[in-house]
C-alpha cells in the first residue's frame, strides 16, 4: 500500500524527490498467486474472438500464463498450456484433429479438457497416457467471443447474462486492443468522465462531439453490479444525463461513443460492453462488443468494418497512429499506457475529478479481500426474465434553464432523480425494466417543466 504522500516544495525540486514507492500489489498484480489475479479468475474472462481461431491454433496469454486456443475439426473449443507435457514444444506448432490438439514434435495428442489421446512413440504397454492430464482450461463461445474459466473447479460460475447482450435492434461485434500497461489503469479510466472534457475535447478536438467539452455536474453511485458515474450537462434546452457502467469483476459498458446530447432521447443504452483482461502485470487487453444500435449514430461516425482485432472505430484507442501523431493529438490509449506500465498510486494526488476513480479502487478491494478470505464474488440481482439489469444509459431530457441563475442546483437534481430511477424500485426486476424506465423518466421530465421550479 502506499507510504507518505510526498510533495515538493520548492521550485526546481526534482533532486529531492525520493525513490519511486512500490505500487499497489493487492489491486494492479494479476499473475499466479496474487489476490486480485484470484478475484478475476473467479470470473469469464474474453481470450480471443472466435473468428481468429480457423484450422491453425492461436497463442494467448491471460494472467502471465501462456496458452494455446484451438477448435478441434469437430468443432470443441480448447484452452491448453501452450508448452507440451513431453518437452515443452509450444502446441501453437500443433495441429488441429478431430479428438483435439497434436504436438508436432512427438505426436502426443491432447483433448480439449487436458487428457492425453496419445503417445505414439511410447511402447503400447505405457499407460502414460492414462495417468497423467496436460493444463486446461473450459471454454465457451458467446456472440463471436471465446471465453476462458481460469478460477478454481468447483467454483465455475454460468456465463452471466446481462440484460445488454440481449437488446432489441442491436448488433454485437466483437474487438480487442492489447495495451501495454496494467489493467486496472485501463479499468478505472471508464470512472474518470473529466479526461473526456478534456483529453477528448478541449486539449486536442471534439473527438465526439462538442457538447463533451461542457464540464458536467457529476456524481457516482453505486449499484447492484457495481457502480456507475452520472454526468449531467446543459446543452441548449437540453439536459443531458449519461451514465457507465463498472460490472464487477473488470467489466465496463460505454454509452454510445457519438452521442452529441442534441436530441430528446430516452435510456438509450450501451455502445460498448467490454472487458479489462488482465494479460500480465503490464499488459491487459480491452475485450469486448461495440453495439450498433440505429439511435446510437446520430452523425453516422461508426463503422463495423473497423472493429475487430486490434482495431476500434473511434479515435485514439490505439498505438498505430505514429508517435508524432500521438504527441501533438494524444488518445485514451497514450493517456493510459504512459501512466507508467503500473501506475504508481502512492505518486499521485487525487482532486475532486478523482472521486470516482478512488470510490472503484475501494469497491474492488473490498471485493478482492472477500474472495481472498474465502467468500465469493458478489452475486447479481436477476429480472424476472433471468437477465441481469445494467445502468449504463444516455438519456437527453428538454428541461430549460429555471431562471434561477443556479442551473447546477438543476441539473443536480435532474441527474439524481433520473438516476433514481435507473436503480431503484420494483420495475428493476421486470422484463419489461428498460420500457417502464423510459415512461417514467418522460413523465418525471414532464413534471419537472410543469412544476415551475
Ligand atoms: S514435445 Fe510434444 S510430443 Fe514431444
Ligand atoms: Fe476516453
Known amino acids: 500500500m502506499a507510504g507518505q504522500k510526498h510533495f515538493l516544495r520548492t521550485p526546481y525540486g526534482a533532486y ?20 486480485c489475479g484470484e478475484y478475476l479468475r473467479r470470473f469469464w474472462q474474453p481470450v480471443a474472438i472466435a473468428s481468429e481461431v480457423g484450422e491453425l491454433p492461436l497463442k494467448v496469454r491471460m ?18 498450456d501452450l508448452h507440451c507435457s513431453h518437452r515443452g514444444t509450444s502446441l501453437e506448432y500443433g495441429v488441429v484433429e478431430p479428438r483435439g490438439l497434436r504436438c508436432c514434435y512427438h505426436s502426443w495428442l491432447f483433448a480439449p479438457d487436458g487428457r492425453i489421446l496419445e503417445t505414439p512413440g511410447e511402447p503400447p504397454s505405457s499407460t502414460l497416457k492414462d495417468r497423467l492430464y496436460h493444463g486446461a482450461y473450459p471454454v465457451e463461445e458467446h456472440d463471436g467471443l471465446v471465453f476462458a474459466y481460469m478460477g478454481p ?36 479510466n471508464v470512472m474518470d468522465p473529466a479526461h473526456a472534457v478534456f483529453l477528448h475535447t478541449r486539449i486536442s478536438f471534439s473527438q465526439f462531439a462538442d457538447a463533451w467539452g461542457e464540464l458536467p455536474v457529476t456524481e457516482f453511485r453505486e449499484t447492484p453490479t457495481g457502480m456507475i458515474y452520472i454526468t449531467t450537462r446543459r446543452w441548449g434546452d437540453n439536459v443531458w444525463v449519461r451514465s457507465n457502467d463498472i460490472v464487477f469483476g473488470n467489466i465496463a459498458q460505454v454509452g454510445h461513443i457519438w452521442e452529441d446530447g442534441q436530441e430528446p432521447k430516452l435510456y ?52 498505430a497512429r505514429t508517435y508524432e501523431d500521438r504527441q501533438r493529438i494524444p488518445g485514451d490509449f497514450d493517456a493510459q499506457t504512459s501512466q507508467r506500465p503500473i501506475a504508481v498510486h502512492a505518486l499521485e494526488h487525487m482532486t475532486a ?21 474465502g467468500g465469493d464474488p458478489k452475486t447479481p440481482r436477476f429480472r424476472a426474465d433471468g437477465r441481469i439489469p445494467t445502468y449504463c444509459h444516455d438519456t437527453v431530457v428538454r ?23 435507473n436503480i431503484e424500485g420494483a420495475h428493476q426486476d421486470a422484463a419489461d425494466r428498460d420500457a417502464q ?15 415551475g421550479h
Open 16 to 35: 529531492h524527490n525520493p525513490p519511486t514507492p512500490e505500487e499497489d500489489t493487492e489491486l494492479t498484480h494479476v499473475e499466479r498467486g496474487s489476490a
Open 153 to 188: 473447479p468447483g467454483k465455475r460460475p454460468d456465463f452471466a447474462p446481462y440484460d445488454t447482450l440481449a437488446m432489441p435492434d442491436d448488433r454485437l461485434v466483437p474487438y480487442y486492443i492489447t495495451y501495454p500497461c496494467n489493467w486496472l489503469q485501463v479499468q478505472e
Open 353 to 373: 475529478t478523482d472521486k470516482g476513480v478512488l470510490m472503484l479502487r475501494k469497491l474492488l478491494r473490498a471485493e478482492i479481500r472477500r474472495v481472498a478470505a
Open 399 to 421: 428541461i430549460p434553464p429555471d431562471g434561477n441563475g443556479n442551473d447546477d442546483a438543476l441539473l443536480h437534481r435532474v441527474g439524481e432523480r433520473i438516476t433514481d430511477i
Open 63 to 80: 494472467f502471465g500464463e501462456d496458452l494455446v486456443l484451438f477448435r478441434s475439426r469437430a468443432g470443441e473449443w480448447g484452452l491448453l
Open 437 to 451: 424506465i423510459r415512461r417514467l423518466i418522460a413523465a418525471y421530465a414532464e413534471s419537472e417543466n410543469g412544476s
Open 268 to 319: 438509450l443504452r450501451v455502445g460498448i460492453t467490454r472487458w479489462t483482461t488482465p494479460v500480465d502485470n503490464e499488459t491487459c487487453r480491452i475485450v469486448g462488443w461495440r453495439h450498433f444500435h440505429p439511435d446510437g449514430d446520430p452523425g453516422d461516425n461508426a463503422d463495423e468494418g473497423k472493429c475487430g482485432p486490434e482495431s476500434v472505430d473511434f479515435f485514439g484507442q490505439d498505438g
